[in-house]
């Protein structure tokens, strides 16, 4: 971690921080405006907590703004993600009852669906286990498929329909945090580092170039940039991912009935367990039809190349298997393609939890490919947390000091 030892100038009141680090009034800052830092200030701030919400660049500016947006349990398999998953899906519906999410969470069925043997095996096993943790699926035979989905091309013979999913657009979910709580971001602010009391054990807030900020807490909620803020190198690590947006084609939006998911995306995606073996470039198709009659086509799972560029071997396949499965989607023109960073941990579950060694400092990152659908409830988990409440979500298996139990030192 980068950490730099300050005088703050003041007697630091030790008793006192520690009272108001669980009973609001206290202040805190949360680094990063991806979905995740945007949904700790919601929380925070909805508390009555004074918030400073601190970007480098701009509010969902990395990952969140660069995914495709299921709000979605289809891929997970039982245990902890899976478990997080469900109660995320419940906010988003919550939130989106309450006004917060309104018109911004589109409820819809995930369809996965397998064109080959090895793919009927895995899906039929998912579907098997997806049951076990009381999840709605439908298994669809390929008459029932075609009639169910009649877009959907002769390749696909065996269907799973996942209900209760939904889609939304990560930087509509930032906005609308955003606005509902009233915080303004302080953009073009890197972080350099936290603010460490003597004694070492708290934090008094984070050095930036233009000074050290003051708070009663920090919650590092930076993506791929909370790497600078960790000790151990390899334990996060970038993976990348290349999507497509069509024209509007409203006629063959309708007559989709939800997402189409490739059995591919399970093997792409892997298990927990199966997270250090990720190809060198997986692709699970994914085709989501917007609200705005447009379709989202993903995606690429890659260990190389720079979070700006699309290359065209990536375009091509993603265009070939999406047509392949949905026809119709021949005659429409692209209009988009665009690439971001997942921040995945190499043990494939985020960090989530008090930072190691520190009573007031806490971190909220490596979501991979589930941080749209993970955002709001990690935030109002971990605000939770701060102030000394069971979380939302059991964090245990996210706590950062298991790395330091397994001898990294975060
Ligand atoms: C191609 C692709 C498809 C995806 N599809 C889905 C999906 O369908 N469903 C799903 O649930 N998830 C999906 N994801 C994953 C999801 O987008 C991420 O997990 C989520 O957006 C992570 O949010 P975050 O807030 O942790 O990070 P980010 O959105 O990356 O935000 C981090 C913020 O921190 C800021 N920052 C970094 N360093 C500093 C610093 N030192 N000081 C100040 N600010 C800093 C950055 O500028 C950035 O704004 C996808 C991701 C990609 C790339």
Redesign the pocket.
């Known amino acids: 971690m980068m950490r730099e030892d300050v005088n703050v100038g003041r007697q630091f009141n030790n008793a006192r921080r520690e009272a108001m680090q669980f009973h609001p009034p206290f202040s805190a800052i949360v680094?990063?405006?991806?979905?995740?830092?945007?949904s700790t200030a919601y929380f925070l701030a909805k508390r009555g907590v004074a918030v400073q919400l601190?970007?480098?660049?701009?509010?969902?500016?990395?990952?969140?703004?660069?995914?495709?947006?299921?709000?979605?349990v289809a891929s997970k398999r039982p245990g902890p993600m899976m478990a997080a998953a469900l109660s995320g899906v419940r906010l988003y519906a919550t939130l989106a009852k309450e006004g917060v999410f309104a018109g911004a969470f589109k409820h819809r069925s995930t369809f996965i669906v397998a064109a080959s043997d090895e793919e009927c095996a895995v899906l039929e096993a998912h579907s098997a286990a997806l049951a076990t943790v009381g999840v709605r699926v439908d298994t669809l035979s390929a008459a029932n498929l075609h009639q169910r989905f009649p877009v959907l091309s002769l390749k696909a013979r065996l269907g799973v329909e996942v209900h209760d999913d939904g889609h939304a657009i990560?930087y509509q979910i930032v906005h609308r945090l955003l606005t509902a709580a009233q915080i303004t971001v302080d953009r073009n602010?890197?972080?350099?580092g936290l603010a460490i009391a003597k004694g070492g054990r708290s934090v008094t807030g984070v050095s930036?170039r233009r000074g050290t900020i003051e708070a009663d807490a920090v919650v590092i909620?930076?993506?791929?940039?909370?790497a600078?803020?960790l000790n151990a190198a390899g334990v996060l690590t970038p993976?990348?991912?290349?999507?497509l947006v069509t024209e509007r084609a409203p006629r063959l939006n309708a007559a989709m009935p939800g997402a189409i998911m490739s059995g591919r995306y399970l093997l792409s995606k892997g298990t927990q367990k199966m997270a250090n073996s990720t190809p060198a470039r997986g692709l699970g198709l994914?085709i989501d039809p917007l609200v705005t009659g447009q379709f989202l086509i993903?995606?690429?799972r890659e260990e190389f190349g720079d979070r700006q560029s699309n290359d065209i071997d990536a375009v091509s396949r993603i265009l070939a298997e999406a047509v392949a499965l949905v026809p119709g989607l021949a005659s429409l023109r692209l209009l988009r393609s665009f690439?971001?960073?997942?921040?995945a941990v190499v043990d494939g579950l985020p960090l989530v939890g008090r930072m190691p060694g520190f009573d007031n400092a806490y971190i909220?990152?490596?979501?991979?490919?589930?941080?749209?659908?993970?955002?709001p409830v990690t935030g109002k988990s971990i605000v939770q947390l701060i102030c000394g409440e069971a979380p939302e979500v059991d964090l245990t298996p996210f706590d950062p000091s298991r790395f330091e139990r397994s001898g990294e030192k975060l």
């Not at 909620?221 to 909370?226: D, E, L, M, N, R």
């Open positions: 680094i990063g405006a991806g979905i995740v830092g945007a601190i970007d480098a660049s701009a509010p969902a500016s990395e990952a969140t703004g660069a995914a495709d947006g299921a709000v979605s990560g602010t890197k972080v350099d930036t909620a930076a993506g791929t940039g909370s600078e803020f993976r990348k991912g290349q999507l994914v993903g995606g690429t690439s971001g960073l997942r921040t909220a990152t490596g979501f991979e490919g589930d941080g749209i659908c993970l955002g």
